[in-house]
């Protein structure tokens, strides 16, 4: 059933105030790249989360700070203020600030007059985790503990992120990430072709192209299962854990590296789409580095220097009308990445909901929805709320199962499987 206005509406928008910005506001988030931040008093960098401007720096300790993005005295931006001596220094008239928005001099005014102390910046607190910088933008006293996704918690040999830009709400991006029934399709090219996918044998099992969806609520979010005909009457499971608020876990294929996304929106009308490869016992070869640099599998070629993709809006995504006739890609766009953002972003920045036809392969996007919703309300109601702690340990899974197996007990042992340890996967 199609969603009403009204809660599509509680559902996309993501500022301060906003139920669900307020809901994201419970969560670390992905902010930056470590990389983005790597030298003590090196440049500021903007970065916009849930609608607010803010700048991230990192002082002479190497202690790294988010603060809103504007001077405190004359709303100036910060991004041109000096990162110097444990604190970023406003151009205008010389104002200082440190990691935790304290202001910490303001050079016209004598010391004694108090001024200093009584102004500060918003300032949220960074972790640095599994190559990411990430913040948390809530209530101080509901901070929860460092994520324990496991893709964060593996060395950094183990895994790579990438990151692009993605001119839509985050909802759509996201909804794309859980919605299974579209890969054979869309993605056929990908599972032919692409280094980082073909090659094992569930790829055979997408022949059969009515997937029957089994979607269940579990303590981090929904677990989203997909089942195909496999060989002698066996069945092909690919099971999805989406992680409240804003995380997918791609079912793993062969022994490839596992694919994971975090959907983290910038206001009402972009999102960052991180992508993430690792594999959780061993280190990632040469080989698939390179096929992920140079955009295989879910990761996107970016113009140097930005994270806005090679192929976007502006040049129609790059679409080869031939390919698509010639069916050597199923829409005519190239990568997994694009594909998706192409699609995604032609819905407009926030699609109306109200307006759909679902169908039994949109179960996981309904059920996720409903999550949503629910997560929401729980947390305007001082309720728990899904998808924190240790709830983050699942894991996907690809899996044969008999015809007779239930889900999704019979794969527990595959979603609760050991950290660190080689994923279940055909
Ligand atoms: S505007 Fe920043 S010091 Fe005056
Ligand atoms: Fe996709």
Redesign the pocket.
Known sequence: MALSQRDNELLTRVGPGTPAGALFRRYWIPALHISDLSEPDGPPVRVKLLGERLLAFRDSQGRVGLVEEF?A????SLWFGRNEENGLR?P????KYDVDGNCTEIPSEPPDSGMCSRVRLTAYPCIEQGGLIWTYMGPPELKPEPPEIEWSLVPDEQRYISKRLQESNYLQAMEGGIDSSHVAFLHSDALRNDPLIKGSKSGEYYRDKMPHFEVVDFDGGVLIGVRRKADEGRFYWRITPWLAPMFNLVPPRGNHPIHGHAWVPIDDETCWVWNISFHPRRPLTTAERAAMRAGSSIHTRVIPGTYIPEANSRNDYQMDRNAQVAGMTYSGVYGVGMQDASLQESMGPIVDRSRENLVGTDNGIIMVRRALLRAIRANQEGKPIPGLGASQRVASCGIELPADAKFPQDAMHALRRERFADPVSV
């Not at 005295?73 to 100036?76: G, L, Q, S, W």
């Open positions: 001077c005295h004359r709303r100036v406003c205008y008239h010389g104002w």
